[in-house]
């Protein structure tokens, strides 16, 4: 590459050198004309011998122009109307500088013949061709210019933007492109390192990647073991509750059974947030009769705070477990947060069937609203002291989304709200 910048600047500078070489020399060219006094006096003598016909001057040749004025000033023959525009008496000759040689027959005289001036005439051919040589010069200046600017911007700009776009390319992490090499640019001999940096960072992206899904494999695989004995505490709970007569026992023993759903709500959002992560978080929607809303709802309010309105009959398209998730979530947040009666009310909204569940508590800032979908997102009002991942809503929200529904959040002076949008089959 730095041979080529070598190479050019030699040749720009010969070329430089040649130009004003050849300036030198043809201004150099310039000489003084000695007049040919033989050659001038052979003309005036042919013309003194056709004076009576000048027009058969046009069949000699002659080296050089010549004007013939009358002894009037009156123009006889002209060789060249361009050498003598303007002359129309012999002082106008003489102001030009021209050569007046006068024309006797004898004693008569006849007339006047006017020659150009010599050197003024080789001053101008010099002139022009010092003219020529100069457009010549900054043609052969110009192509050369633009050479310079094509091969600068092949060798340097394209190959500079071309690495910028690289780098982009890797900021944006995408490291599956490779970055072609070219040696014949500026930036030919780092091409290579560049490209080795981008394999060294994409492999590190696949193990870190790998690493991630071990770790989420691994609390998939803890919350789903962890399921069975909490599921077996609630089993024996039941048991207890009903053999045990002892009213204080029995209090700690629903004091039990309610921690033991507690801890089973977490584990179920951990392990669906984990599903998510891994891809594996299947909704599979069937056609259900809306009577099974009721039927989900009575199940997950253990503590009877729930007030259901009428269900209109229609038919919805729902994974019922997923459903199911999602109510249960919703209703848990209530006793966790609100701890008040629970309204819950449906409609009709075009597509969807509208489900709102709503509490009576203190709710949630407005400038929180939009968060409370977030993965583990807890607001900041009712949740210090209380136990909670932040994945509830969140993956309430994403199984609506599976199910082609939705899931808004709204909240006021008065409460607290949930809207499910399921669709209609």
């Known amino acids: ?202 492999a590190s992206k696949k193990r870190e990647t790998e690493l991630k899904m071990k770790e989420k494999e691994l609390v998939a695989s803890l919350s789903h073991d962890l399921k069975t004995p909490v599921t077996g505490i609630r089993a024996i709970c039941g048991v207890l509750s009903v053999k045990v007569q002892d009213e204080y026992v029995k209090a700690k023993i629903e004091n039990i059974e309610q921690k033991t759903e507690e801890i089973n709500t977490l584990l179920s959002d951990l392990l669906s947030s984990a599903l998510d992560d891994l891809g594996e978080m299947n909704v599979n929607p069937t056609e259900e009769t809306s009577d099974i809303l009721r039927a989900l709802v009575e199940e997950h309010d253990i503590h009877n705070k729930a007030a259901i309105g009428e269900i209109p009959g229609c038919i919805i398209k729902v994974d019922k477990n997923r459903i199911s998730q999602v109510i249960g979530n919703i209703i848990n947040n209530s006793y966790k947060y609100a701890d008040t009666k629970i309204d819950i009310s449906y409609k009709f909204s075009g597509d969807f069937l509208e489900m709102k569940i709503k509490d009576y508590g203190e709710g949630v800032d407005s400038s929180e609203i939009d968060f409370l979908t977030n993965k583990f997102y807890r607001g900041r009002k009712n949740t210090a002291g209380k136990e909670g991942s932040g994945l509830g809503l969140y993956i309430s929200s994403e199984l609506m989304k599976k199910m082609q529904g939705r899931l808004i959040c709204i909240s006021d002076k008065k409460g607290f709200e949930v809207i499910l949008l399921i669709p209609l089959a």
């Open 1 to 202: 590459m730095m041979k080529g910048f070598k190479r050019f600047f030699i040749y720009l500078t010969l070329l430089i050198l040649a130009s004003i070489s050849l300036l030198i020399i043809v201004a150099g060219s310039t000489h003084y004309v000695q007049i040919d006094t033989i050659q001038l006096n052979a003309v005036v003598q042919t013309v003194k011998e056709n004076w009576e016909n000048p027009e058969d001057l046009d069949g000699y040749a002659f080296d050089m122009d010549f004007l013939v004025l009358g002894n009037s000033n009156e123009q006889l023959y002209s060789s060249s109307d361009k050498a003598f525009e303007g002359i129309k008496v012999p002082l106008d000759a003489v102001n030009e500088g021209m050569i007046i040689m006068p024309v006797n027959d004898g004693e008569e005289f006849l007339g006047n013949v006017i020659f150009p001036n010599q050197s003024k005439v080789a001053i101008s051919r010099i002139i022009h061709r010092l003219i020529l040589a100069t457009i010549l010069i900054i043609l052969i200046m110009l192509i050369s210019y633009i050479l310079f600017i094509y091969y600068i911007n092949r060798t340097v700009i394209k190959p500079f933007n071309h690495m910028k776009e690289f780098a982009g390319l890797i900021a944006e992490g995408r490291l599956d492109e490779p970055l072609i090499m070219d040696r014949n640019n500026i930036f030919g001999a780092f091409t290579e390192s560049f490209d080795i940096m981008r394999e060294e960072l994409r």
